[in-house]
């Protein structure tokens, strides 16, 4: 069956710094992969995603790079905030539009 | 402007008690879905819906029941079957940007059980 796995499961970055989050997949049918950002108490948002023929898609300071041959993609934040800290969620999608959910990152940028 | 509205945001339920959340959306969305959230955990599919009265299991249905009888509402009843029953409840629909599928969640619903 489908497996998502993400890592790492905490992450703490100095202000400033880079912050990287890799997500592996094992559907080959998976061809949308988005990433979503959850802060304390509040519903996933969307923040950037990437589509199966695009190898690397970049927004300000955020950035998503596809490897579909491995099966896996990574968000890279740079320039770290404080605004920044929050739950960050992949999920590969298939066509249909079934969703599989990783188990989350959470991400503390620290002054 | 377009989004999904959660009711309640907090929910306290004694044991026994059914308890139903509400999810309302006016993205014109057909399809919409209800995952539970427990802490440290990822998103786990409970149902989803593909269109008007019709629904399917997903990967934790026991315990839960849904209706969907118009395209914006789609409640969820949690019931006193469900063993573990405390947790972040989000509801999401799906929509088409771009060409691929796009959802767009609900600030979510707390339920605490007493």
């Known amino acids: 069956g489908e497996n998502v796995e993400q890592h790492p499961s905490t992450l703490s970055v100095q202000e400033g710094d880079s912050a990287v989050i890799k997500c592996t997949y094992s559907d080959s049918a998976s061809n949308y992969f988005p990433w979503y950002k959850q802060e304390l108490g509040k519903g996933p948002q969307l923040i950037i995603d990437i589509r199966s023929n695009v190898g690397e898609k970049k927004d300000q300071r955020i950035a998503v790079t596809l490897n579909k041959t491995a099966k896996h993609f990574s968000l890279h934040i740079t320039e770290t905030q404080p605004e920044d800290s929050a739950v960050y969620f992949c999920a590969p999608t298939d066509s249909w539009g079934k969703f599989q959910f990783g188990a989350g990152t959470q991400v503390v940028v620290t002054p | 402007d377009g989004g999904i509205t959660q009711s309640p945001k907090y929910l306290f339920r004694k044991e026994g008690q059914n308890v139903t959340l509400s999810c309302e959306q006016n993205l014109n969305h057909d399809a919409m879905y209800w995952y539970r959230q427990d802490p440290g955990q990822g998103l786990r599919l409970i149902y989803y819906s593909q269109i008007v009265n019709d629904f399917q299991k997903g990967d934790i249905a026991e315990g839960y029941s849904v209706s969907r009888e118009k395209k914006e509402s789609f409640p969820l009843t949690v019931t006193s079957a469900q063993k573990n029953p405390t947790a972040f409840y989000l509801c999401?629909?799906?929509?088409?940007?771009?060409?691929?599928?796009?959802?767009?969640f609900g600030a979510g619903s707390r339920l605490t059980v007493l």
């Open positions: 999401a629909s799906r929509g088409r940007r771009a060409g691929a599928n796009v959802l767009t």
